[in-house]
């Protein structure tokens, strides 16, 4: 048998099973199938798609929320020997009941000295996913989160997804039987809060109880988490309308005229993101001064062909995406206002980073300290009574970093 003819044979036994750096593009631009919240083309490669970390992270040994080191150039945190933490994906993940897959740790992480990560993805998941890390050596290992770059944050990769159709084949025959896929029913909650909710269920503590109520804290702004329109997507409610207005002008046969002036609306809406112009810009591309197209159709004939309601629902699909996006953004913005923070990589570092921050504070202790010196070589009997309340306003600062700025 030829080479060519092997090839047909295993693509009609098999199928195209893995979905490649491709299929992911193409299922963002169909908005179906897979759908990744935010999509960021360059993170699907080969036969998968990179994931990564969100700044969620809890440490099993220690029990607690890990701190985040937040820096000009990069956001990271250290992964303690021996340790294994808990990590909610950066991005939030849906599939259709005819996909499923799995996660790889990227050999870069694996090179560090991380152990080995893999979970599984079945069909018909959405919501953000669960990971676990865990670092088998006596060093500490630096996991990157994102970079800064020209005031652009990018997510580091730290897992593949890899990803395929569940489609069961004909007894006896090689051709997929249309319709018969795997369907499950799935008891996993969206981000796995089933498991954050345990872990944050524990006894009252005795010893750093204050970091374990800072984790029970997240726990729950997460599980009763209700997003709100932003101004990022402002535009979201009346391009819905605009749309429908659209849709209706086609359905009912008005004249051209009602057709045209709902495109010229839909064409007058600013502030949208890229995405969302390209969609808008294929739908109002059919406007001319004659309302006569360049094959002669006219433009009520144009708009109710099948393509270009495509086009139409592709658009509200658009906004259902980038309303979904805004929620995420929101969701990972509440997660950063409550994680704790470590700004530098050792404790002379965060000791100066406090400094600076407080210099106010402390320049006016040192001046009081100054005073009470005075006082003593003058004989003040009050001496140390005045020496103690010198020292007031950096212990009140003190306590109020620690109960305060790093909840």
Request: with cysteine; glycine share 4%; proline share 3%.
């Amino acid at each position: 048998m030829s080479e060519e003819r092997k090839s047909e044979e295993l693509h009609r036994d098999y199928g195209n099973a893995h979905l490649t750096a491709k299929d992911f593009i193409q299922c963002r631009e169909d908005l179906s199938g897979i759908i990744v919240a935010p999509f960021d083309s360059s993170k699907a490669k080969g036969v998968g798609y990179n994931f990564s970390l969100s700044e969620m992270i809890y440490s099993i040994t220690k029990k607690r929320l890990v701190p985040i080191c937040r820096e000009a150039q990069e956001t990271y945190f250290y992964l303690q020997p021996h340790d294994t933490v808990l990590a909610l994906s950066y991005e939030y993940l849906k599939v259709d009941d005819y996909i499923a897959g799995d996660f790889h740790s990227r050999v870069r992480m694996t090179a560090q000295g991380v152990g080995s990560t893999s979970t599984t993805l079945d069909p018909g998941w959405k919501g953000m996913l669960l990971f676990s890390l865990n670092n088998p050596t006596r060093k500490k290992i630096k996991i990157l989160l994102s970079t800064r770059a020209d005031g652009v944050v990018k997510q580091h990769s730290i897992l593949t997804l890899v990803a395929w159709r569940t489609v069961q084949l004909e007894r006896g025959s090689g051709a997929n039987k249309a319709g018969e896929y795997i369907s499950l029913h799935l008891d996993n909650p969206p981000m796995r809060i089933d498991i954050w909710s345990e872990l944050a269920s524990k006894p009252l503590r005795l010893f750093r109880d204050r970091e374990y109520q800072q984790f029970i804290a997240l726990v729950d702004s997460i599980a009763s988490f209700e997003a709100k329109p932003s101004s990022y997507v402002s535009w979201a409610d009346s391009l819905r309308r605009m749309l429908t207005d659209l849709h209706i002008a086609i359905d009912s046969k008005k004249n051209e005229e009602a057709i045209r002036t709902a495109l010229i609306n839909i064409q007058s809406v600013e502030s949208l993101p890229d995405s969302m112009k390209i969609r808008l810009n294929n739908l109002t591309s059919c406007i001319t001064e004659d309302n006569v197209l360049s094959n002669g159709e006219d433009l009520v004939t144009h708009c109710s062909k099948p393509a270009y309601q495509k086009k139409i629902e592709l658009s509200k699909r658009e906004i259902q995406y980038l309303v979904l996006c805004d929620q995420i953004r929101q969701i990972h913005e509440n997660i950063s206002q409550k994680v704790p923070t470590s700004w530098h990589k050792n404790l002379w570092a965060n000791v100066w980073h406090y400094c600076k921050k407080y210099a106010g504070v402390i320049l006016a202790t040192l001046y009081f300290v100054f005073l009470m010196i005075i006082g003593k070589v003058i004989n003040n009997l009050d001496y140390w009574q005045e020496l103690v309340l010198a020292f007031v306003p950096i212990i009140v600062s003190v306590i109020l970093y620690i109960t305060i700025d790093k909840k």
